[in-house]
């Protein structure tokens, strides 16, 4: 996502939302996805012929989810790193600006007879 004026509010806002909309896809994801329920018979059946040695569902899905909390967590501190590089950027940029405005006035301003 590249912006020309960042607000860090609407940034948060968009990663929730897109977190909201990507639960809802896991939460409905046997309706649309049709290996889903595929992969669900296979792993049933390895756990039981298999001794259950695999991960259950629920711990799949929430390291997944916090794999995305971590992602997102991610996401906020670079956005905050990069606001903070952007500020300091446009104070260095305004420090020599005034000081070549003050440069410019002393030559400007300059007489050797006095």
Not at 21 to 43: A, F, G, M, N, V
Not at 47 to 54: A, I, L, T, V, Y
Request: proline share 2%; aromatic share 4%.
């Amino acid at each position: 996502l590249i912006c020309k004026n960042v607000d860090g509010q609407i940034i948060n806002a968009c990663i929730n939302s897109l977190s909201r909309k990507i639960q809802r896809l896991k939460e409905t994801k046997s309706q649309w996805d049709p290996k889903y329920k595929q992969r669900k018979s296979s792993k049933a059946n390895r756990n039981q012929g298999g001794g259950g040695g695999g991960k259950s569902a629920q711990q799949l899905q929430a390291e997944e989810e916090a794999m995305i909390q971590a992602a997102i967590q991610a996401s906020q501190e670079q956005h905050v790193k990069d606001m903070l590089a952007r500020q300091n950027k446009a104070l260095n940029q305004a420090k020599q600006s005034q000081f070549n405005q003050q440069k410019s006035y002393q030559n400007n301003n300059y007489n050797p007879l006095l």
